[in-house]
């Protein structure tokens, strides 16, 4: 389990249509854990819910943690808690930043894509290369002006750093998409490119960046695809515990675990953090996170246990 301070709500600000912006203020006097870009830290709330949000800004000792916030439509009760309840001086409790997204070191053009929310780390690695004077170019898909977070401030930031900003507005592009294997296709050779969006922009992504090193390909998913609800039961081996357990149809095998008293890592228990990812040693998993590509489901080797299940009547878990 991912260690957790007592932090204080700060300041809330809210910077489009449906997405605010909460300042994290430590309460025990110390300068808050540094993080690299694309970090994220998960957040306990007063409502039992456990959700993760990305770091708006690269860490500053001297500053508290940023996060942003979007309402959206299909929220499962975290982020329209968040903008109903929290109110600055609340305390919640946030885990120490964890990055499951990082940006790599050298000289190389980075391409980023971000669609909706999705671009809150990358606006944090944005920030990060202008400050190492890094080239990088941005393309940013949004439902409309008004709800595209971070838009003007991405902005003055590409004219400083003169780089290249793409702003696609859904409501203003008559029916199209943001093309993104052109973005692929115009970038330097040697370009590494990272996207953060809902789950038809990875996709997307993923098909477009299917001729490239796999090294090259970076990607943070969000809440791209519901949960599907469990159904049927099967076994897990788990091979370090010398254990059986049987998952029951309304089980995941994550509560399977925990109700045999192992002690497992899990952040979001929606697929999306990547925290209780598992080895598969056999066994054909039935992925239905939304944090693996394509590919790395299609390789059948890692299962996120806090959604996915099982095709074969027995998974062997290396756990
Ligand atoms: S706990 Fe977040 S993906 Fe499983």
Same mark, same amino acid.
């Given at each position: 389990?991912?260690?957790?301070?007592? #932090?204080?709500?700060?300041?809330?600000?809210?910077?489009?249509?449906?997405?605010?912006?909460?300042?994290?203020?430590? %309460?025990?006097?110390?300068?808050?854990?540094? +993080?690299?870009?694309?970090?994220?830290?998960?957040?306990?709330?007063?409502?039992?819910?456990?959700? !993760?949000?990305?770091?708006?800004?690269?860490?500053?000792?001297?500053?508290?943690?940023?996060?942003?916030?979007?309402?959206?439509?299909?929220?499962?009760?975290?982020?329209?808690?968040?903008?109903?309840?929290?109110?600055?001086?609340?305390?919640?409790? %946030?885990? %120490?930043?964890?990055?499951?997204?990082?940006?790599?070191?050298?000289?190389?053009?980075?391409?980023?894509?971000?669609?909706?929310?999705?671009?809150?780390?990358? +606006?944090? #690695?944005?920030?990060?290369?202008?400050?190492?004077?890094?080239?990088?170019?941005?393309? +940013?898909?949004?439902?409309?002006?008004?709800?595209?977070?971070?838009?003007?401030?991405?902005?003055?930031?590409?004219?400083?750093?003169?780089?290249?900003?793409?702003?696609?507005?859904?409501?203003?592009? =008559?029916?199209?998409?943001?093309?993104?294997?052109?973005?692929?296709?115009? =970038?330097? &050779?040697?370009?590494?490119?990272?996207?953060?969006?809902?789950?038809?922009?990875?996709?997307?992504?993923?098909?477009?960046?299917?001729?490239?090193?796999?090294?090259?390909?970076?990607?943070?998913?969000?809440?791209?695809?519901?949960?599907?609800?469990?159904?049927?039961?099967?076994?897990?081996?788990?091979?370090?515990?010398?254990?059986?357990?049987?998952?029951?149809?309304?089980?995941?095998?994550?509560?399977?675990?925990?109700? &045999?008293?192992?002690?497992?890592?899990?952040?979001? #228990?929606?697929?999306?953090?990547?925290?209780?990812?598992?080895?598969?040693?056999?066994?054909?998993?039935?992925?239905?996170?939304?944090?693996?590509?394509?590919?790395?489901?299609?390789?059948?080797?890692?299962? #996120?246990?806090?959604? !996915?299940?099982?095709?074969? &009547?027995?998974?062997?878990?290396?756990?």
């Amino acid at each position: 389990m991912a260690s957790f301070l007592p #932090m204080r709500i700060g300041e809330i600000q809210r910077i489009a249509d449906t997405v605010v912006t909460i300042t994290l203020e430590g %309460v025990q006097g110390s300068p808050l854990p540094s +993080y690299e870009p694309g970090a994220h830290v998960d957040i306990r709330l007063p409502n039992g819910l456990l959700r !993760s949000y990305s770091l708006t800004a690269p860490y500053d000792r001297t500053r508290p943690y940023t996060i942003a916030v979007h309402r959206g439509r299909a929220s499962g009760g975290g982020s329209s808690y968040i903008h109903e309840h929290l109110s600055p001086g609340d305390e919640v409790e %946030v885990s %120490v930043p964890r990055n499951l997204f990082p940006l790599l070191p050298g000289m190389h053009t980075s391409v980023l894509i971000a669609g909706g929310i999705g671009v809150t780390p990358l +606006y944090c #690695m944005a920030q990060h290369l202008t400050a190492q004077r890094r080239p990088w170019r941005l393309a +940013y898909a949004a439902r409309s002006r008004g709800a595209a977070a971070f838009a003007d401030a991405l902005q003055t930031l590409a004219s400083q750093a003169s780089a290249g900003l793409t702003l696609h507005f859904d409501d203003e592009a =008559a029916g199209h998409v943001l093309n993104i294997e052109n973005l692929i296709k115009e =970038a330097p &050779a040697d370009a590494h490119f990272y996207c953060c969006g809902p789950g038809p922009m990875l996709d997307g992504y993923h098909a477009a960046c299917s001729a490239l090193e796999r090294e090259r390909v970076h990607c943070e998913r969000f809440g791209g695809q519901a949960i599907q609800a469990a159904s049927g039961s099967f076994e897990i081996e788990l091979t370090r515990s010398s254990r059986t357990l049987h998952v029951g149809p309304d089980q995941t095998i994550l509560d399977a675990l925990l109700d &045999a008293g192992i002690d497992v890592e899990y952040s979001c #228990m929606q697929g999306i953090c990547g925290s209780c990812v598992t080895p598969v040693l056999d066994g054909e998993p039935d992925h239905r996170d939304a944090f693996l590509s394509l590919d790395e489901q299609a390789a059948g080797d890692r299962i #996120m246990i806090c959604c !996915s299940r099982s095709r074969s &009547a027995k998974l062997v878990l290396d756990r």
